[in-house]
């Protein structure tokens, strides 16, 4: 069964204290992996989509990268703009067209 | 460019109480979902359509029912809502099926089952 876990639950970070998210995925066949944010109140909204392990994809303050079993995203000098939820997925060969979310980390960034 | 369009915001129900929640994209994608989201657990899928004319249960789909009524409109139903079913209700819609493609959401709809 296809699995997605993300860590920390929450992370509180410094403007400017650049950090890492990770997500540790257990899937039969990887497709495609997704980093989505999302804000209070809100719907996810996509970031990227990471295909084959050494891949990465840059945008503003955010990095993405992929092994053969977990994405990172990569927080540099954050700020508090980027404080939000940030929800990993994944599709396998074998999941069809479902995609499956882990639980999110929830990052708040303080002045 | 509304993009993923679901109504209503807010619901509160009764017990036993039936309602629809209803979804419109318009980017002419083919795939249309809806997932279910609780704290500590992330995202559930409820059910989906691959294309206009399909639909399948997700990992979710007791209690719910669902009606594609064209390319654009994909409706869920709770036919006798219970207080498990309460949750913040997500719609999305990706450009086709079998394609890896992102899923583009609507802002969804926080159900309250009293």
């Known amino acids: 069964e296809d699995q997605v876990t993300q860590s920390p639950e929450a992370l509180r970070l410094q403007e400017g204290e650049s950090s890492s998210l990770n997500c540790s995925y257990t899937?039969?066949?990887?497709?495609?992996l997704f980093w989505y944010r999302q804000d209070p109140g809100k719907g996810p909204e996509f970031l990227f989509t990471?295909?084959?392990a050494g891949e990465e994809k840059e945008k503003e303050r955010l990095k993405a990268t992929l092994t053969k079993k977990e994405s990172f995203l990569h927080i540099t000098a954050p700020k508090p703009e980027d404080s939000a939820t940030y929800l990993c997925?994944?599709?396998?060969?074998?999941?069809?067209?479902?995609?499956?979310f882990g639980a999110g980390t929830r990052l708040f960034v303080k002045a | 460019n509304a993009g993923v369009t679901q109504t209503p915001k807010f619901q509160v129900l009764k017990t036993g109480q039936s309602m629809t929640l209803q979804c419109a994209q318009d980017?002419?994608?083919?795939?249309m979902y809806w997932y279910r989201q609780d704290p500590g657990m992330g995202l559930r899928l409820i059910y989906y359509?691959?294309?206009?004319?399909?639909?399948d249960k997700g990992e979710v789909p007791n209690g719910y029912n669902v009606s594609r009524l064209n390319k654009r409109e994909f409706s869920l139903r709770l036919e006798s809502a219970a207080p498990s079913q309460t949750s913040v209700y997500f719609c999305?819609?990706?450009?086709?099926?079998?394609?890896?493609?992102?899923?583009?959401f609507g802002n969804g709809t926080r159900l309250t089952v009293t």
């Open positions: 999305a819609s990706s450009e086709r099926a079998g394609a890896i493609s992102p899923l583009h």
């Open positions: 899937v039969s066949g990887l497709r495609g």
């Open positions: 990471l295909y084959s």
């Open positions: 997925a994944v599709q396998s060969h074998t999941g069809g067209f479902k995609t499956i």
């Open positions: 980017m002419n994608h083919n795939s």
């Open positions: 359509s691959a294309s206009e004319g399909t639909t």
